[in-house]
């Protein structure tokens, strides 16, 4: 039996939704709006990290969407969107949380 984490086999962006799909080796699968993929991005400017203050947190608009995705690793994907952010480093742990629990 093996202790690793669930792997994703798909990944799908669903433009006209505007949300990822996600299917994971364990059989698991879901989905997470662009928006909410950009409002829990984990990235060092989205969490505050490298300032001496913390950066006011923007509104994300309803009408996000994803530019390009490009795997790093094999532990993610990195997602540029169309508000110019690009440098969050998306998890396989943290897609599953977002994907899993949205539903």
């Known amino acids: 039996m093996s202790n690793a984490a ?3 086999t798909e990944l799908r962006f669903r ?16 989905t997470v709006s662009y928006k909410r993929l950009r409002e829990q991005s984990p990235s060092a400017d989205n969490k505050g990290h490298g300032s001496s203050r913390p950066l006011p947190s923007l509104p994300v608009p309803e009408t996000i969407t994803v530019l390009s995705a490009e795997p790093v690793g094999r532990y993610g994907v990195q997602i540029a969107f169309s508000d110019g952010h690009k440098t969050g480093l998306y998890t396989w742990s943290l897609l599953r949380t977002l994907c899993i629990n949205e539903n």
């Open 6 to 8: 669930p792997w994703p």
């Open 15 to 30: 433009k006209t939704a505007g949300e990822l799909y996600v299917t994971f080796d364990d059989g698991q699968s879901g």
